[in-house]
T-cell receptor, first 114, second 112 residues
Framework: NAGVTQTPKFQVLKTGQSMTLQCAQD?????MSWYRQDPGMGLRLIHY???????DQGEVPNGYNVSRSTTEDFPLRLLSAAPSQTSVYFC?????????????FGPGTRLLVL | LAKTTQPISMDSYEGQEVNITCSHN???????ITWYQQFPSQGPRFIIQ?????VTNEVASLFIPADRKSSTLSLPRVSLSDTAVYYC?????????????WGAGTKLIIKP
């Protein structure tokens, strides 16, 4: 199993540009989530999904969109990038069987918005 | 939402046992305590989870007193590679809509 994969690993955007961060998992987990982590801080939940076709907002959803068309994929879209969105983005997945708090994280995407 | 309080940082030496305490005064009946480890430039990694008393795995032990208002992560005989940030979280593992609150964690530095 590859676990949770994220692409790209690093991205530089100009203010106002849009992009999609990709996340995929091969563990058949029903729960997936996106976090952002700013320097020296903990993770903050952006959006999450409890299954295909179901998404919900987390703590900091503004400026981001998500969709969940399959169990495996959970892309995060930045609609119009702003410097405040410079951060490291982590995708995670978990399952009811092992408990939703037992999350498996991807390697992260480092985003710089100029 | 249950919040946790941990020390911001700790230092120790190779070969020592390290105990990191977390307080969670408003933990709910269905909440479990979960600890994660995060190395620089990596995503967090699940270490251990427990509900009460003591849980042990190949990496760490977790001690939870009867009132469950605090917990202690114990790392036996640490090495330099245990230098990382450790996060304590509480939540209901069966609640898919529960949003975990991640604090800043405890930055553990192991010295030779």
């Amino acid at each position: 199993n590859a676990g949770v994969t994220q692409t790209p690993k690093f991205q530089v955007l100009k203010t106002g540009q849009s992009m999609t961060l990709q996340c995929a998992q091969d563990m058949n987990h029903e729960y997936m989530s996106w976090y952002r982590q700013d320097p020296g801080m903990g993770l903050r939940l952006i959006h999450y999904s409890v299954g295909a076709g179901i998404t919900d907002q987390g703590e900091v959803p503004n400026g981001y969109n998500v969709s969940r068309s399959t169990t495996e994929d959970f892309p995060l879209r930045l609609l119009s990038a702003a410097p405040s969105q410079t951060s490291v983005y982590f995708c995670a997945s978990s399952s009811r069987r092992s408990g939703y708090e037992t999350q498996y994280f991807g390697p992260g995407t480092r985003l710089l918005v100029l | 939402l249950a919040k946790t309080t941990q020390p911001i940082s700790m230092d120790s030496y190779e070969g020592q046992e390290v105990n990191i305490t977390c307080s969670h005064n408003n933990i709910a009946t269905n909440d479990y305590i979960t600890w994660y480890q995060q190395f620089p430039s990596q995503g967090p990694r699940f270490i251990i989870q427990g509900y009460k008393t003591k849980v042990t795995n190949e990496v760490a032990s977790l001690f939870i007193p009867a009132d469950r208002k605090s917990s202690t992560l114990s790392l036996p005989r640490v090495s330099l590679s245990d230098t990382a940030v450790y996060y304590c979280l509480v939540g209901d593992p069966m609640d898919s809509n529960y949003q975990l609150i991640w604090g800043a964690g405890t930055k553990l530095i192991i010295k030779p």
